[in-house]
Each structure stands twice: as structure tokens, then as C-alpha cells.
């Protein structure tokens, strides 16, 4: 019977912490209780309705993942440039600028420039302006211009195109994951003395 009660407490728990961090707003512990007493916990039983509780419990945790996949997309969006090194300003300029440097942002914590560009899918050449100085970053792609001066290169690709190449290198990692051999570990269970 206590164990019933513990047990019970430990789904409440968990059913109304899910539901906060899916609900963000004020009264979302309160609305949780509510939803507890109708959907899950009538007020005369003594029993959960085990069916009940697994549906909401569906519901919100597909919430939760649609909640996660938004953040994550909206995470994707633009290219990202980053600069390490620089004591006064960092600028990017490229063919997807018109050459018109454009600042990045300073970040204390990493030491180091960075920011985010939405910029179209293509193939496009750029360079940073370092202090006032221009120069490309060595340790990325580069091109000769046929002048004798090098430009880093990006590839930006569609959302569609990269997402179909994330896939296919995680189907990639998890072939080499199912290649692994499986290890089995023997046990001599001794369940019951009498069947022995």
C-alpha cells in the first residue's frame, strides 16, 4: 500500500514537472494539478487510470520533442563566421555582401568574434578584416583570384540538401555502430531452488 502511494507520488511528480517545462506560463503548475484531478486521478479513486496517465504523458512529451525540433531549426538558420585574435574589431566581407565588411560580435567568454549571416544557398568567396587589415583565414578553404590574392570559399547549402546529408552521415554512424559485434554477458540465474 505504501509502496501504491509512493509510486503515485513519483508519476505526479514527473506528470507536472513535464507539463511545466512544456507549458511555460505562470499558472502551468496549477494547470497540471487540474488535469491530474480530471483526466488522470478522479477524485473518488483510489487507482490511477493507467490509460489516461500514459496518453497525456504521450501528448506532452510529443510537445516537448516538436518544442526541441523548433529550437534546433531555428538554431540552423545562417552561416556562422568566427575570428580568433583580434585586439580591436573583427569585420567578414564577401561576394554575399557585395565586399561591404559587415562587424562581428566580441565574445568574452571564448575570447574570440563571431555572427550569424542568413545568407542564400551558393558558392561564395570572402575575407575577414582583422584590426583594419584584411586577410583570410588559413586554416579554412581558399581560392587564388587570379590577382595573387587568396579568399577563403564557403558552400551554403539548401536546408533540404544539408539536412539529407546530416541524415546520411548519422545512418552512416549508426551502421558502424550496429557492425559492432554484440557481447552477450552469461548468467546462471538460480531462480527457483526447486526446479533445479
Not at 96 to 113: A, E, V
Amino acid at each position: 500500500m505504501m509502496e501504491d502511494k509512493q509510486s503515485r507520488l513519483t508519476q505526479y511528480l514527473d506528470f507536472v514537472k513535464l507539463y511545466t517545462e512544456v507549458h511555460k506560463e505562470i499558472t502551468s503548475k496549477r494547470d497540471a494539478n487540474l488535469l491530474w484531478k480530471e483526466k488522470i486521478q478522479k477524485e473518488t479513486a483510489e487507482n490511477l487510470s493507467v490509460s489516461d496517465y500514459l496518453e497525456q504523458l504521450a501528448l506532452l512529451k510529443t510537445k516537448k520533442n516538436l518544442q526541441i525540433l523548433k529550437m534546433k531549426n531555428q538554431d540552423d538558420s545562417g552561416v556562422e563566421f568566427t575570428c580568433a585574435g583580434a585586439e580591436k574589431s573583427v569585420k567578414v566581407a564577401g561576394t554575399f555582401n557585395d565586399w561591404k565588411p559587415q562587424s562581428l560580435d566580441y565574445n568574452s567568454d571564448g575570447d574570440f568574434w563571431a555572427k550569424s549571416f542568413d545568407i542564400p544557398p551558393g558558392v561564395y568567396y570572402y575575407k575577414y578584416v582583422v584590426d583594419g587589415e584584411w586577410m583570410h583565414d588559413p586554416s579554412k578553404e581558399t581560392v587564388d583570384d587570379a590577382k595573387g590574392d587568396f579568399n577563403n570559399v564557403i558552400h551554403v547549402e539548401d536546408k533540404f540538401t544539408s539536412k539529407v546529408r546530416q541524415l546520411r552521415e548519422e545512418i552512416e554512424d549508426i551502421k558502424k555502430q550496429l557492425d559492432k559485434p554484440w557481447f552477450v554477458e552469461s548468467t546462471d540465474y538460480k531462480l527457483c531452488p526447486k526446479l533445479q
